[in-house]
Structures are given as structure tokens and as C-alpha cells.
């Protein structure tokens, strides 16, 4: 499990930069805007140590009941801000627990906000998590990256198909398993070990070597590595 501070962001999309020798990084942007403690999970009373870190803003108005008196209980009032000439009421939009050391979660409390400053530095590899794009209901193809059937001697609407889902007489049922068409994305995936390429706190982006799971304006979770230093 990993249990090292990190941060939520918003991914904005992919680019490149120019290193001092010339060579060019491809990098995924990331805009970790400063997150606020919503509330501390302790040994004693909760039986693990985390952090809920709450992350964008959703007007009041439109928020869950349940997040709201959630909020309310852990001390999170609302703010007011400005949006096309009117004054309303936000509250975070995205919560995520970030499970942490004991010691880690007794240096923050409640109402504290953290920056991308505080927990990321440049060079430093990182695991990036988020919800990959859906693809909807895709065929073996696209899924599974099947090669296909044979496309010579005659072969007749056959191209695309996954071949054999099973067996005849005995066991006579579809094995379990069988990869097939179905739902393709849309799930919760973590890449290990991305080096960040460059950190500008004052515009609080994150610029991560290499390619990060979600679309444009997904929420990803960006955290120090578990595996840091095995990829190089």
C-alpha cells in the first residue's frame, strides 16, 4: 500500500519541453490546485491513519446533502466567490482519503490546505492515479487487442470475431475468464514510477514525464512513489 503524502490535481493535457542539452520530454500537465484538509482518520479512533483531502468547488446549492453536512461537521464552510456577476456559495467539489503513516497525518489538521510545493519536487517519481477514458461497449479488437481470424482462402464475415468461447460436450459451458466483448474503460487504473519533469508552484502545475491515466479535466491523484528508484 502506499503511504506517501501526495496531492489531488486536475489533468489538462500533454506537451513537451526542452531540456537544457536539447532533447525534448514528453510530459502530461497536471494543475494541483492547493487541497484542504476535510478531516484527519487517526489509530485510535478510526483503526488506520489517512488524510481526506478535498479538492475543486460545486456551488452549495447543488452539492449532496450528505457532503454538506460532512463538511459541516469536519468545520468546511462555504465560500463565496464571484462567477458571471454574481456572489454564490462553493463547496468542494471532489473528496479522496489518502491513507498516510501515523506519523505523516499528526504534522496536519483539519481546515490546513496543501500545496503542490509541500509534497512534490522535481525529479522525484511519482504514482498517478485516475479513472481511464471510457470507450463504452467495444469488441475483442479494441478490448483485448485480438489479432483476428484468417482474411484469405475465402473467409466470409469472420474477420473481427474472438474465435471459441468454449467447449462442445464437456464441461458443454463457457469457461470463466473468457476474454470478450463488454465494457472497455472507465475503471480505475495507477501508473507507477512517472519522474516530474518540472514543478512551477507559482502556477500550480505539475509537468510528469510520460502519459497519465484519464481525459482532459479528470481528477487524478498524484503521490511519491512506491516503487521509487526500480525505474530509471
Known amino acids: 500500500m502506499n503511504t506517501h503524502p501526495g496531492i489531488l490535481g486536475k489533468k489538462l493535457g500533454c506537451t513537451q519541453i526542452f531540456n537544457t542539452d536539447g532533447s525534448v520530454t514528453r510530459v502530461t500537465v497536471v494543475e494541483a490546485v492547493p487541497c484542504t484538509i476535510v478531516r484527519k482518520r487517526t489509530v485510535d479512533k478510526d483503526g488506520y491513519s489517512a488524510l ?119 464441461p458443454g459451458r463457457t469457461l470463466k475468464g473468457k476474454k470478450m466483448p463488454g465494457q472497455h474503460g472507465n475503471k480505475q487504473r495507477t501508473i507507477l514510477n512517472l519522474k516530474i519533469a518540472k514543478v512551477i508552484p507559482e502556477d500550480n502545475l505539475v509537468l510528469i514525464a510520460g502519459a497519465v491515466p484519464g481525459g482532459r479535466n479528470t481528477t487524478v491523484v498524484v503521490r511519491g512513489a512506491v516503487k521509487a528508484g526500480r525505474r530509471a
Do not use: C, W
Open 52 to 170: 481526506q483531502l478535498a479538492f475543486g468547488e460545486r456551488r452549495e446549492k447543488v452539492t449532496p446533502k450528505p457532503e454538506v453536512g460532512h463538511f459541516a461537521k469536519n468545520g468546511v464552510a462555504p465560500r463565496t466567490v464571484t462567477k458571471k456577476g454574481k456572489d454564490v456559495s462553493v463547496l468542494p467539489r471532489t473528496v479522496r482519503e489518502l491513507r498516510l503513516t501515523a506519523e505523516e497525518v499528526a504534522k496536519y489538521e483539519v481546515g490546513q490546505t496543501i500545496s503542490v510545493a509541500d509534497v512534490l519536487k522535481e525529479g522525484q517519481f511519482v504514482d498517478v492515479s485516475g479513472i481511464t477514458r471510457g470507450r463504452g461497449f467495444s469488441g475483442v479488437f479494441r478490448r483485448h487487442h485480438f489479432a483476428g481470424f484468417v482474411t484469405t482462402h475465402g473467409t466470409h464475415e469472420y474477420k473481427r470475431h474472438g474465435g471459441s468461447i468454449g467447449t462442445n460436450m464437456t
